[in-house]
């Protein structure tokens, strides 16, 4: 049986959606039970003396009156306002901007569209009023960015997976441990760029443990630099992570557990065939959103190396965030150009995951 | 005495069990049940072990760094640049601390930090709170759609974002060489009193509160706003303190941003002041790294006791988003 409630001012409109029975009490139920059909509708009178109770509301959303429209955008204002300055507005001029000759951030005068920006950015066209190039971007910035987010986004996702799935079999001291996991997460991240750089320094703990003397960081090779950079960006995704996977496999069924069990399947296969479908839903948030944080990776290089690249004046360590904040000031449109080209990366990676993770992840 | 009959297999049909107790024994190849018992505790607590190990072993290195950075800060610059390393600094160098505050403004940084850290966090609780509730209880055309838009703006990398907010807060007149110190606050608070992640976090806590408050509340007389204050938010009250300390975090590591619109020294925050100080020997020109570790200490423990009295609150906070993908 349905209940149906009904505007006391206009007995035809139908205010509300259907009362379930589980809205009365059994007593009440019971009482209007007597005497009626299944099915059939009964007007039930909610009388009140307060004004506000002229509409009543049920189900899953409260205000279902299209006249109460603006009091919810009223609510949304604040919002909206700093959204549309903040957030909405920049974006489309920055990708203005991106496109502006001889655009000055001081006047805000250009002259004109074009596409110089971005050629003059990837190295195809010369800076104009010299013949030189700039290849920093090219040479540096992307390579880096990609070499950063196609080592540490994989790595530490495996490393995140088999540590939540080792601490997942802990039977004491599980929550200390997790603990102890989760701690990185809460630095602050120039500070431990500079532990990083001092267990890096060639006189530092690495150095002597491996019995080298590599020069990790200043002075250093590019390629050489790249393996500090990416085991810090590795060690500091991993707390977030870590913690994602562990109560993502909390919540997996303990029977596919102990099915495998039975059918006495070797752990790999436990992990593969169980623990990795089961966790794909949290692994394919995890890809998403580090990648997009790989992308733009800057803090771990000032964090580390101060400076765009290992020695003064060079630039090899650039990332496209980096080259982006470098050039702000000075060369607006060129940073703008730079960060459109990164935008549109992200955007690229981040459908082309979605679109093949339809197929891969089960929900 | 009883008899016990070794057979491979019994016909149940044929022979009369009358009495007769029948032991059976399984095996598997030439062990039987109690030694593939004991072989599975043996292995078992080995796996166990073996598991014990290698967490701690990981944990170690885990925290690592944080050990080093504080060993380090106690030691004399001699020994941390001895090519034999040592796991304990030989003479205690308190006097490093000392040190750090004559060079590093902590003061000046931590009050800035604390100061944009408290209204950021103000202006983000009030926009959230607001948005969250019109998103999950209140019914408007177009409502999922724009809910859609505001997750899609996730995507967008603030770098986008950052130059021509640069150029919006330099119109305003935050930005500038006249800057005031006000001018700095306002131009690293107000752009970041919107985030779109909170919106989501406290959407889906307001929405598992169920109507029939709000049907009480109407009964009572009370009117929407009246009931979001009252009702809604002591209810939401740990994700709302989630959402405090993580902005409060933010805040403390945030870097980027003022750097580029503060135009003195003392206006920024604590990673500018941290990564901005020298701690070069004035004589030998090489970096102390005794007093640079003392400093990053110095940064790190206010970011320690937080993550003491609130982990609960942190660790939530952070692991809700990934509950549902």
């Given at each position: 049986?349905?209940?149906?409630?009904?505007n006391?001012?206009n007995d035809?409109?139908?205010?509300?959606?259907?009362?379930?029975?589980?809205?009365?009490?059994?007593?009440?139920?019971?009482?209007?039970?007597?005497?009626l059909?299944?099915?059939?509708?009964?007007?039930?009178?909610?009388?009140?003396?307060?004004?506000?109770?002229?509409?009543?509301?049920v189900?899953?959303?409260?205000?279902?009156?299209?006249s109460?429209?603006w009091?919810?955008w009223?609510y949304?204002?604040?919002?909206?306002?700093?959204?549309?300055?903040f957030l909405?507005?920049?974006?489309?001029?920055?990708?203005?901007?991106?496109?502006?000759?001889?655009?000055?951030?001081?006047t805000?005068?250009s002259?004109?569209?074009?596409?110089?920006n971005?050629?003059?950015?990837?190295?195809?066209k010369?800076i104009p009023?010299?013949?030189?190039?700039e290849t920093?971007?090219?040479?540096?910035?992307?390579?880096?960015?990609?070499?950063?987010?196609?080592?540490t986004?994989?790595?530490s996702?495996?490393?995140a997976?088999?540590?939540?799935?080792?601490?997942?079999?802990?039977?004491?001291?599980?929550?200390?441990?997790?603990?102890?996991?989760?701690?990185?997460?809460?630095?602050?991240?120039?500070a431990?760029?500079?532990?990083?750089?001092v267990?890096?320094?060639?006189?530092?703990?690495?150095?002597?443990?491996?019995?080298?003397?590599?020069i990790?960081?200043y002075?250093?090779?590019?390629?050489?630099?790249m393996?500090?950079?990416?085991?810090?960006?590795?060690?500091?995704s991993?707390?977030f992570?870590i913690?994602?996977?562990?109560?993502?496999?909390?919540n997996?069924?303990?029977?596919?557990?102990?099915?495998?069990?039975?059918?006495a399947?070797?752990?790999?296969?436990?992990?593969?065939k169980?623990t990795v479908?089961a966790?794909?839903?949290?692994?394919l948030?995890?890809?998403?959103?580090?990648?997009?944080?790989?992308?733009k990776?800057?803090?771990?290089?000032?964090?580390?190396?101060?400076?765009?690249?290992?020695?003064?004046?060079?630039y090899?360590?650039?990332?496209?965030?980096?080259?982006?904040y470098?050039?702000?000031n000075?060369?607006?449109s060129?940073?703008?150009?730079?960060?459109v080209?990164?935008?549109a990366?992200?955007?690229?990676?981040?459908?082309?995951?979605?679109?093949?993770?339809?197929?891969?992840v089960?929900? | 005495?009883?008899?016990?009959?070794?057979?491979?297999?019994?016909?149940?049909?044929?022979t009369k069990?009358?009495?007769q107790?029948?032991?059976?024994v399984?095996?598997?190849?030439?062990r039987?049940v109690?030694n593939?018992?004991?072989?599975?505790?043996?292995s078992?607590t080995?796996?166990?072990?073996?598991?014990?190990?290698?967490?701690?072993?990981?944990?170690?290195?885990?925290?690592?760094?944080?050990?080093?950075?504080i060993?380090?800060?106690?030691?004399l610059?001699?020994?941390?640049?001895?090519?034999?390393?040592?796991?304990?600094?030989?003479?205690?160098?308190?006097?490093?601390y000392?040190?750090?505050?004559q060079v590093?403004?902590?003061?000046?940084?931590?009050?800035?930090?604390?100061?944009?850290?408290?209204f950021?966090?103000?202006?983000?609780?009030i926009?959230?709170?607001?948005?969250a509730?019109a998103?999950?209880?209140?019914?408007?055309k177009?409502?999922?759609?724009?809910?859609?838009?505001?997750?899609?703006?996730?995507?967008?990398?603030?770098e986008?974002?950052?130059?021509?907010?640069?150029?919006t807060?330099?119109?305003?007149?935050?930005?500038?060489?006249?800057?005031?110190?006000?001018?700095?606050?306002?131009?690293?608070?107000?752009?970041f009193?919107v985030?779109?992640?909170?919106?989501?976090?406290l959407?889906?806590?307001?929405?598992q509160?169920?109507?029939?408050?709000?049907?009480?509340?109407?009964?009572?007389?009370?009117g929407?706003?009246?009931?979001?204050l009252?009702?809604m938010i002591?209810?939401?009250?740990?994700?709302?303190?989630s959402i405090t300390?993580?902005?409060f975090?933010?805040?403390?590591?945030?870097?980027?941003?003022?750097?580029?619109?503060?135009?003195?020294?003392?206006?920024?925050?604590?990673?500018?002041?941290?990564?901005?100080?020298?701690f070069t020997?004035?004589?030998g020109?090489y970096?102390?790294?005794?007093?640079?570790?003392a400093?990053t200490?110095?940064?790190?423990?206010p970011?320690?006791?937080?993550?003491?009295?609130?982990?609960?609150?942190?660790?939530?906070?952070?692991?809700r988003?990934?509950i549902?993908?």
């Open positions: 049986m349905n209940f149906k409630l009904f006391k001012k035809s409109t139908i205010v509300n959606e259907e009362f379930s029975k589980s809205t009365f009490t059994d007593s009440t139920y019971g009482e209007l039970n007597e005497g059909n299944e099915k059939e509708n009964i007007t039930v009178n909610i009388v009140s003396r307060k004004k506000v109770n002229k509409n009543y509301q189900g899953g959303v409260l205000d279902q009156e299209q109460n429209n009091k919810a009223l949304l204002a604040p919002v909206l306002i700093l959204m549309a300055v909405i507005y920049p974006l489309i001029n920055t990708i203005a901007i991106s496109f502006m000759e001889n655009y000055s951030n001081v805000g005068a002259d004109g569209f074009t596409f110089d971005f050629a003059i950015v990837l190295g195809l010369p009023g010299t013949d030189v190039y920093n971007l090219v040479r540096y910035a992307i390579p880096n960015t990609f070499i950063i987010v196609f080592v986004v994989p790595l996702i495996v490393i997976l088999l540590i939540s799935v080792l601490l997942n079999k802990l039977k004491w001291f599980q929550k200390i441990y997790q603990t102890i996991f989760f701690l990185p997460y809460v630095t602050n991240a120039i431990v760029g500079m532990v990083f750089s267990l890096f320094d060639t006189n530092g703990l690495v150095n002597y443990i491996f019995n080298s003397d590599t990790w960081i002075n250093a090779d590019r390629w050489v630099a393996i500090p950079l990416c085991i810090y960006i590795v060690w500091s991993l707390p992570k913690l994602i996977l562990l109560s993502g496999l909390q997996v069924d303990k029977q596919y557990y102990q099915a495998a069990k039975i059918d399947a070797p752990q790999w296969k436990v992990l593969t169980i479908p966790l794909s839903p949290q692994i948030y995890l890809m998403v959103t580090s990648f997009i944080g790989a992308f990776e800057y803090t771990a290089v000032v964090g580390l190396f101060n400076n765009p690249g290992t020695s003064p004046g060079t090899n360590m650039y990332t496209m965030v980096y080259y982006i470098d050039n702000l000075i060369h607006t060129r940073a703008a150009a730079a960060a080209i990164l935008f990366i992200i955007l690229v990676f981040t459908f082309l995951q979605l679109w093949l993770s339809k197929r891969r089960t929900y | 005495m009883e008899q016990i009959i070794k057979k491979e297999y019994i016909d149940f049909n044929k069990l009358d009495g107790q029948i032991r059976l399984i095996k598997e190849g030439n039987s109690e593939l018992k004991k072989r599975e505790t043996v078992k080995f796996w166990l072990i073996l598991t014990y190990v290698v967490v701690t072993f990981l944990a170690l290195l885990m925290i690592l760094p944080f050990y080093w950075m060993i380090t800060s106690l030691k610059n001699d020994e941390i640049l001895a090519s034999q390393q040592t796991f304990f600094p030989t003479v205690v160098m308190w006097s490093n000392v040190h750090v505050f590093f403004d902590f003061t000046t940084y931590m009050l800035n930090t604390i100061v944009v850290a408290v950021s966090t103000i202006g983000t609780l926009t959230t709170v607001l948005a509730f998103f999950a209880k209140l019914n408007f177009g409502r999922d759609a724009l809910f859609m838009v505001f997750l899609m703006t996730m995507m967008i990398p603030g986008m974002m950052v130059i021509s907010n640069y150029i807060v330099a119109s305003f007149g935050w930005v500038g060489m006249e800057q005031s110190l006000t001018d700095a606050y306002l131009a690293m608070i107000v752009p009193w985030s779109v992640y909170y919106i989501y976090l959407r889906q806590n307001f929405k509160v169920p109507n029939e408050l709000y049907l009480a509340a109407k009964v009572d007389g009370k929407d706003f009246s009931y979001l009252r009702v002591p209810l939401a009250a740990p994700t709302l303190i300390i993580l902005k975090m933010g805040t403390w590591n945030s870097y980027v941003w003022p750097n580029l619109v503060t135009y003195k020294d003392e206006y920024r925050l604590i990673s500018n002041g941290l990564r901005g100080s020298s020997d004035p004589e020109g970096v102390q790294y005794g007093y640079q570790m400093a200490v110095v940064v790190t423990v970011l320690f006791l937080l993550f003491v009295f609130f982990r609960k609150y942190i660790m939530r906070g952070v692991g988003a990934g549902k993908g």
